[in-house]
């Protein structure tokens, strides 16, 4: 076992119902994540996506979450106010059945960062209407990740998109921690 410590749970809530699918969280991530910073706006490669419905004036912010090397057995299929969405419309994965969360170039997983280094996410900032908010709490933490499990996770995305995507992504990261 290993020693307790602090970790700090950053929290983004979502109120689906203030939304009015303006896209402006979209745009500002894609900015923020663009290499240099801010030098291109393409919601392609935003870690956020509005799922829009003008015409029941429905809008569902969904964060990029998990990257997944394989595709899941089963399916979500959500029907709201009599609209039936496509299906795995609302899932947070960057998953090989679909584009969604995925840098549009290289392919490569986009993954929410909670805007790292920044005070406050960007998108919460940029979203007009509190439909996003950020909540911050601290919470006591068993142990580290193994080093297993990241190897293990390491392994599958370099069998998944072979090691030069992985090392040029990886440089890309550590241009934009500097950037
Ligand atoms: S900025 Fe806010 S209102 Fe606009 S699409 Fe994003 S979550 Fe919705
Ligand atoms: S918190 Fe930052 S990285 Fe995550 S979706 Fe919002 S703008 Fe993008």
Redesign the pocket.
Known sequence: MGEKKKKIVKTIK?NAD?????????VICSAFHSLPKYSGNNPARSR?R?VREPLTDI?V?VFAGEYTAAECAGRDKYVIDGKEYEECAFCRASCPSRDEFKEPDSGLPLKCDMCEGEEEPL?VK????D??TYEEREEEEEEEESPEEMEIGLEALANKYGLDKITESLARMSMSKRG
Do not use: D, K, T
Request: a negative charge; hydrophobic letters at 45%; charged letters at 15%.
């Open positions: 979502v203030e939304c009015n699918g303006c896209r402006a969280c979209e956020i509005v809008y912010p998108c940029w979203c007009l209407v439909a996003l």
